[in-house]
């Protein structure tokens, strides 16, 4: 079965940090770009970070920029997002999407919305005191 599957999602305090993962199931990774979304109760659904799949080209939102990190490991067919420094704003259900794509990581930022060939199940992060 070809699938992406989240994982890492919680319930932190503020200023704590999870680490989400998404993995690939049935395909690889290497010749996709990934982008982590996020969408919070009553919003749209916004894109926080995505990677590229040949040079590593990183975007994040301003929302989440100095906080949040994504990285792949190719062997582990997995990408993560790293998030320091959570804050309640931060509270959404994280998706993460797969597309076979390439071009600058704000277009892939964009064309991930669109252009995707698989989006994962979602993970639920709460950041509350």
């Known amino acids: 079965q070809l699938q992406l599957v989240e994982s890492g999602g919680g319930l932190v305090q503020p200023g704590e940090s999870l680490r989400l993962s998404c993995a690939a199931s049935?395909?690889?990774?290497?010749?996709?770009?990934i982008g982590w979304f996020r969408q919070a109760p009553g919003k749209e659904r916004e894109g926080v970070s995505c990677i590229s799949s040949s040079d590593g080209d990183t975007y994040y939102a301003d929302s989440v920029k100095g906080r949040f990190t994504i990285s792949r490991d190719n062997a582990k067919n997995t990408v993560y997002l790293q998030m320091n420094s959570l804050k309640p704003e931060d509270t959404a259900v994280y998706y993460c999407?797969?597309?076979?794509?390439?071009?600058?990581?704000?277009?892939?930022?964009?064309?991930?919305?669109?252009?995707?060939?698989?989006w994962g199940q979602g993970t639920q992060v709460t950041v509350s005191s």
């Open positions: 999407a797969a597309a076979r794509i390439s071009g600058f990581s704000a277009y892939l930022m964009r064309a991930l919305q669109y252009q995707t060939d698989y």
């Open positions: 049935g395909f690889t990774l290497d010749y996709y770009a």
